[in-house]
C-alpha cells in the first residue's frame, strides 16, 4: 500500500506518495486528464523509467504529452539550462492549466520547480525526484531555484508542489556513492527529530538497506515526514527550518575549502555532521557514547569520518565566515540537545570551534 504524507503550508496543501512502481501505476486522472504535459527528465535516467511513466501517463488522457531531456550538472543549472524548457512550453502554447512533471535527481527538481514558478507566473508541477537525495530533501519542502555567475542557488523561489511521487523503483539505477549522498540528511532528519529513527538506520545500515523495499520506503517516509513537518511549520526558512542545517555550517566549509579533493556535498555534510555532534559532545549535550553510535553510523553509510591529511584550518575558517547562513558574523551552529533533538547555538567560540574538529 502506498505511503501518504499530507504536507500543510500556508500557501498550499498537497501528497508526498511514496511506494514502488508508482511510476507505473499511480492514477494520474485529478492532474492530468485533459491538460497539457511537459515531462522534463534528467538525461541520465534509465529511458525505460520516461517509458514506463509516459505509458501510465497517456492512461489519463492528457491533450498533449511531451517529454525533454536536460543535461544534469551544476554548470547547466542555470538561466541558459531553463531556456529550452522554456522554449517547448511557448512553442507549443502551453497555458496556465499545464503540468511540468520533473523526472531526475535534485537539480532536475530544483530547475523544473522554477520552470514551473516562473512559466506564465506560476502552473501545475509534480516532481518525481529519482536520487535518494531528492526524495528526502529536495523535493520536498519547496525550495527551486537555479545558480547564477557562480553562487549556488540565488536565483529562486518558494513553489509547492501539486504532488510528489517518491517510487523507489528509480534509485534501482544509482550507484553506492549517490545512496550515500541520501543516507546523509537520512541520518541529520534521524539525529534532529526523530530518535528511534536513528536506532532503526544503526541496525539497516549495517544490513544494507538499500537491498530491502520495505524498510527502504519506511526510512524515506519517516525521513521526508520530518523535512515535510519542519517545512510545513516554517514555509520560508525563518525559525526551525534552520535546524535542517544541522552539519551543513561545517558541511559547506569542507566543501569549498576542499573543492580541489573532490569532497561531494553529501560526503562534505558527513564529515560536518561528525564535527557538529563532536561539538555538542564538548557542551555536553551527548555521551562519548552517543557519538561513538553517531560516527559508526555514518561511516557505515559510506561517508567520511575523519578529515583529509593536508586539511587547512584557515581556508576552512574562511570558507565558513563567508557562508550566507552565518548571521552577523556570530558563529551560529546546529548542535544536538540529545540523540532525536537539536537546537540552534550561538555561544561557539573560536576554541571550541577548534576542538570539534579533533575527531
Ligand atoms: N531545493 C532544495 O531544498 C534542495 C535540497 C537539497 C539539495 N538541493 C539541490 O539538489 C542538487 C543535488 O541533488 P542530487 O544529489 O539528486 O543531484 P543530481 O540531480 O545531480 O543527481 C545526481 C546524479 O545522479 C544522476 N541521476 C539522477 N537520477 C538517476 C537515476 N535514477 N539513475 C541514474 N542516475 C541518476 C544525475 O544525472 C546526476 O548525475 C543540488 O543542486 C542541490 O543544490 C536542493
Redesign the pocket.
Given at each position: 500500500m502506498n505511503k501518504s504524507i499530507q504536507v500543510k503550508t500556508a500557501s498550499s496543501n498537497y501528497e508526498l506518495v511514496i511506494n514502488q512502481a508508482l511510476i507505473k501505476n499511480y492514477n494520474f486522472k485529478w492532474l492530468v486528464e485533459g491538460k497539457q504535459i511537459l515531462v522534463i527528465k534528467?538525461?541520465?535516467?534509465?529511458k525505460e523509467f520516461l517509458g514506463d511513466l509516459k505509458t501510465n501517463l497517456s492512461r489519463s488522457n492528457p491533450s498533449k504529452l511531451i517529454s525533454i531531456e536536460i543535461k544534469?550538472n551544476?554548470r547547466n543549472?542555470s538561466l541558459e539550462g531553463l531556456q529550452p524548457i522554456f522554449e517547448v512550453l511557448n512553442e507549443e502554447k502551453f497555458n496556465r492549466d499545464c503540468v511540468l512533471i520533473s523526472l531526475?535527481?535534485?537539480?532536475?527538481t530544483?530547475m523544473v520547480g522554477f520552470a514551473a514558478a516562473t512559466y506564465l507566473r506560476g502552473v501545475n508541477l509534480i516532481q518525481i525526484p529519482?536520487?535518494l537525495?531528492?526524495q528526502v530533501?529536495?523535493a520536498v519542502?519547496g525550495?527551486?531555484g537555479i545558480n547564477f555567475q557562480g553562487a549556488?542557488?540565488n536565483i529562486g523561489a518558494f513553489y509547492q508542489p501539486n504532488l510528489v511521487l517518491i517510487d523507489i523503483d528509480?534509485?534501482s539505477?544509482?550507484g553506492e556513492a549517490?545512496i550515500a549522498?541520501g543516507m546523509a540528511e537520512i541520518i541529520k532528519h534521524s539525529l534532529i527529530a526523530n530518535k528511534s529513527l536513528f536506532e532503526e538506520l544503526e541496525k539497516k545500515i549495517v544490513n544494507k538497506i538499500a537491498s530491502d523495499k520495505e524498510s527502504l520506503i519506511q526510512i524515506i517516509y519517516e525521513s521526508s515526514l520530518i523535512k515535510s513537518s519542519i517545512v510545513s511549520n516554517d514555509e520560508k526558512e525563518l525559525g526551525d527550518r534552520a535546524l535542517l542545517n544541522f552539519g551543513h555550517t561545517y558541511g559547506h566549509a569542507f566543501e569549498s575549502a576542499m573543492a580541489l579533493e573532490g569532497f561531494s556535498?553529501g560526503q562534505a555534510v558527513g564529515l560536518g555532521m561528525v564535527c557538529a555532534s563532536h561539538l555538542s559532545l564538548l557542551k555536553g549535550k551527548i555521551s562519548k557514547n552517543e557519538f561513538d553510535r553517531i560516527k559508526q553510523v555514518i561511516k557505515l553509510a559510506g561517508l567520511p569520518t575523519k578529515l583529509p591529511k593536508n586539511f587547512n584550518y584557515s581556508d576552512f575558517r574562511e570558507a565558513m565566515s563567508r557562508d550566507k547562513k552565518i548571521l552577523s558574523n556570530k558563529l551560529r551552529f546546529i548542535v544536538l540537545n540529545s540523540v532525536g533533538r537539536a537546537e540552534i547555538s550561538n555561544e561557539i567560540d573560536e576554541n571550541l570551534l577548534k576542538e570539534s574538529l579533533k575527531i
Open positions: 534528467d538525461s541520465n535516467v534509465p544534469t551544476e543549472k531526475g535527481g535534485g537539480i532536475t530544483d529519482s536520487t537525495l531528492a530533501d529536495a519542502g525550495k527551486t549556488k542557488n528509480l534509485l539505477s544509482l549517490e549522498e556535498h
